[in-house]
């Protein structure tokens, strides 16, 4: 069975400011790994998944993830976050031949000016 | 287009209570999913189905839960009869089912709380 651990509940970061949102998975077989966001009051959206090929990984928003699996993680990273990226951010892992996401706790993203 | 339509969006009802929560998937999305979420965690998924067939149900409490999809376009979930722990936000989601890795798409949810 798959698992997602997301290490902090809650990640404060001043506008402009490069964010870090942390993400380790545990699995004994070869995984897909997702990023899902849910603004507020809005249902989940995919912002950006790993199927194969390269280990990085970019979304259209300037969003992006890379694949470690020596470490079993899928970080997320931006250079530079926006007031609009405010929400919360969903890691997520697939056993390869199952279209079953396991969803870690969640992060919930909040922007200062 | 359309995206996944979830109602009633809010749902307060009294402990032993039934309740039931509708979804309508994307158009021409054969696999549709319903989640749980509770507070402060990630959704879980309670069950799958592939057209009008459930194909994983094993995290749906069958005692309560009940759920189906004829016709194998919309779908509805029951809870009957509801606890305080049923309290949660329910989430259907759609894909085209088209393989692993494949996009699902989430309603906005059914927020539920038993009192």
């Known amino acids: 069975a798959q698992s997602v651990t997301q290490l902090d509940s809650q990640v404060p970061v001043f506008e402009e400011a490069p964010v870090e949102l942390r993400c380790n998975y545990s699995?004994?077989?070869?995984?897909?790994l997702f990023w899902y966001v849910q603004y507020p009051n809005q249902g989940l959206q995919l912002l950006l998944k790993y199927l194969s090929g390269s280990t990085l990984v970019e979304s259209i928003n300037g969003f992006e993830a890379e694949f470690n699996k020596s470490q079993t993680s899928f970080h997320l990273r931006k250079p530079s976050v926006h007031i609009s990226d405010t929400a919360e951010y969903f890691c997520?892992?697939?056993?390869?031949?199952?279209?079953?996401?396991?969803f870690g706790q969640g992060t919930r993203l909040t922007i200062n000016p | 287009e359309a995206g996944v339509v979830q109602s009633p969006r809010y749902k307060i009802i009294e402990k032993k209570q039934p309740v039931a929560f509708w979804c309508n998937p994307i158009s021409g999305h054969n696999t549709l999913y319903w989640y749980r979420q509770n507070l402060g965690q990630g959704p879980e998924l309670l069950i799958r189905y592939e057209n009008e067939e459930a194909v994983d149900d094993s995290q749906l409490p069958k005692d309560r839960f009940s759920a189906e999809r004829l016709k194998g376009v919309d779908s509805t979930l029951k809870i009957q009869p509801a606890e305080l722990g049923d309290s949660a936000v329910y989430l259907c989601a759609s894909s085209l089912g088209l393989g692993v890795g494949s996009e699902q798409y989430f309603g906005p949810g059914t927020r539920l709380t038993v009192t």
């Open positions: 699995s004994s077989v070869s995984v897909y």
């Open positions: 997520a892992v697939s056993n390869q031949g199952a279209q079953k996401l396991v």
